[in-house]
């Protein structure tokens, strides 16, 4: 009975990892139940046996690519008492994590609408917890807050990092600094054109 349980987790996880896989390599969208028994060298009645429906195989994807690249632990940066010290943790850990995270969350957040919807909704979610908590202390009210919320949201984004290190070729230590200072600016109660006027006037 042991030898047989092992067996079937076994090819669970097979199947598990060939989705993931392709996931990373052609996206979701275009990740066929086919694909996935050929890939886990499997048939396709096996894939379903594991996972009678999509959502059960999105599940087991995703649960193990997080256990395989843990996201930065938001609770942790909760306990930074200090907004910048706070941001600037937040962010070098987030563009660490993005460097090998990149390749599969590039291809969710592409096909994310023809994965089912709780994939979005988790997505979503996950990104309003976390500028909550790194909003938390710099006192910016009215347009300053919905600034401030804006650019929290881009600064944590795959995307940015891509931008500002792969794209941009600066390191992860630059691309802190850079993203600290947006933030600090979005956080002004007077935006910059109100600024520039007062400085012009003085």
Not at 159 to 172: H, M, V
Not at 179 to 195: E, K, Y
Request: hydrophobic fraction near 45%; charged fraction near 25%; charge should be neutral.
């Amino acid at each position: 009975m042991r030898a047989r349980q092992n067996t079937v987790d076994e090819t669970r996880l097979a199947i598990t990892e060939a989705t993931m896989r392709l996931h990373e390599r052609v996206g979701p969208r275009d990740t066929t139940v086919s694909a996935v028994a050929e890939e886990a060298q499997v048939t396709r009645v096996t894939v379903y046996r594991h996972f009678p429906t999509e959502d059960a195989l999105v599940v087991a994807c995703s649960t193990h690519w997080r256990e395989l690249h843990p996201r930065p632990d938001v609770a942790a940066w909760s306990s930074i008492s200090d907004p910048v010290v706070r941001l600037r943790t937040a962010l070098a850990e987030t563009y660490r994590w993005a460097a090998t995270a990149a390749p599969m969350m590039t291809m969710i957040h592409r096909d994310v609408d023809s994965m089912p919807s709780f994939v979005g909704e988790y997505l979503a979610a996950d990104e309003k917890q976390r500028v909550a908590v790194l909003a938390v202390g710099f006192g910016a009210r009215g347009r300053a807050a919905r600034r401030l919320r804006a650019t929290l949201a881009h600064a944590l984004r795959i995307s940015t990092s891509q931008s500002l290190c792969g794209d941009g070729g600066l390191s992860d230590a630059e691309a802190t600094d850079v993203m600290v200072g947006a933030v600090l600016a979005a956080a002004q109660v007077r935006t910059g054109a109100s600024n520039a006027g007062q400085a012009g006037r003085g």
